[in-house]
C-alpha cells in the first residue's frame, strides 16, 4: 500500500502553460518530498516540505516552480509556463514511500 | 561534493545467486538514515530497506539486506537468492538535513 498517492498519473501540456502535480498523503507525515526523473537519468531532489514551509531546495527548484499544502492534506507542486525540458517523472515522497509518479509531457 | 554514490552503473547476475550492489555517501551529520529503492521498467519507485545511522544491527528485509558500514560511510545492499524478477535498477539514498539525496543508481539484470 502506497504512503501517497499522485494524480494525475499523465499530464500532457503546452510549452508555456501552468501545470498543478497533486499528492495525497495516505497517513500523516511530517516531511514531505518532490522528485523529478527525466527518462532514463537518475532521481533529482527538488524540494522538501516540512510544517507547511519549504525545508530545502535544490539548484533546480527555481522561481518556476512553488509547492503548497493548501488544505492540510494535498501537497501540490506547481510549475509555472512550463518549458520542454520539463518533461519528467515527477515523483511526491515521504519517508520510506514513494507516490506512483505523474508523467509530464510538456509539447 | 557528491552526497551519494553508486559506482557500478550495470551489474550481472546469475539466477538464484546472491549479488551485492555497492552505496558509500557523505555526510557531516550524525543523524541520518539510509534508504535502497527499487525500480522496475514500469516507472515505480519500490522501497525495500532502511537503515539509520544509530542503529546497531545491519537491516534485513526478507531476501534483502544492507551491510551498513558506518566508519567506512558504505551502506551496500546484498540481494540473496536472485531472482528473475530482481531485475531493475536500483537506487541507494541518503537522508539529512532535511533532504533526502539519491544516486546514480545501478541496473541489476538477473540472467536465467
Known amino acids: 500500500e502506497p504512503e501517497v498517492t499522485q494524480t494525475p498519473s499523465h499530464q500532457v501540456t503546452q510549452m508555456g502553460q501552468e501545470v498543478i502535480l497533486r499528492c495525497v498523503p495516505i497517513?500523516?507525515?511530517?516531511?514531505f518530498y518532490w522528485y523529478r526523473q527525466i527518462l532514463g537519468q537518475k532521481v533529482e531532489f527538488l524540494v522538501s516540505?516540512?510544517?507547511?514551509?519549504?525545508?530545502?531546495k535544490s539548484e533546480i527548484f527555481d522561481d518556476q516552480f512553488s509547492v503548497e499544502r493548501p488544505d492540510g492534506s494535498n501537497f501540490t507542486l506547481k510549475i509555472r509556463s512550463t518549458k520542454l525540458e520539463d518533461s519528467a517523472m515527477y515523483f511526491c515522497?515521504?519517508?520510506?514511500?514513494f507516490g506512483s509518479g505523474t508523467q509530464l509531457s510538456v509539447l | 561534493a557528491q552526497k551519494i554514490t553508486q559506482t557500478q552503473p550495470g551489474m550481472f547476475v546469475q539466477e538464484k545467486e546472491a549479488v551485492t550492489l555497492d552505496c558509500t555517501y557523505d555526510?557531516?551529520?550524525?543523524?541520518?538514515?539510509l534508504f535502497w529503492y527499487k525500480q522496475p521498467s514500469s516507472g515505480e519507485m519500490i522501497f525495500l530497506i532502511y537503515?539509520?545511522?544509530?542503529?546497531?544491527q545491519n537491516a534485513t528485509e526478507g531476501r534483502y539486506s544492507l551491510n551498513f558500514q558506518k566508519a567506512r560511510k558504505s551502506a551496500n545492499l546484498v540481494i540473496s537468492a536472485s531472482q528473475l524478477g530482481d531485475s531493475a535498477m536500483y537506487f541507494c539514498?541518503?537522508?539529512?538535513?532535511?533532504?533526502?539525496?539519491f544516486g546514480a543508481g545501478t541496473r541489476l539484470t538477473v540472467k536465467p
Open positions: 515522497a515521504v519517508k520510506g514511500g
Open positions: 497517513s500523516n507525515h511530517l516531511y
Open positions: 516540505f516540512y510544517n507547511n514551509e519549504i525545508s530545502e
Open positions: 555526510t557531516s551529520d550524525p543523524s541520518y538514515g
Open positions: 537503515q539509520g545511522s544509530y542503529d546497531q
Open positions: 539514498a541518503i537522508e539529512d538535513n532535511n533532504d533526502m539525496r
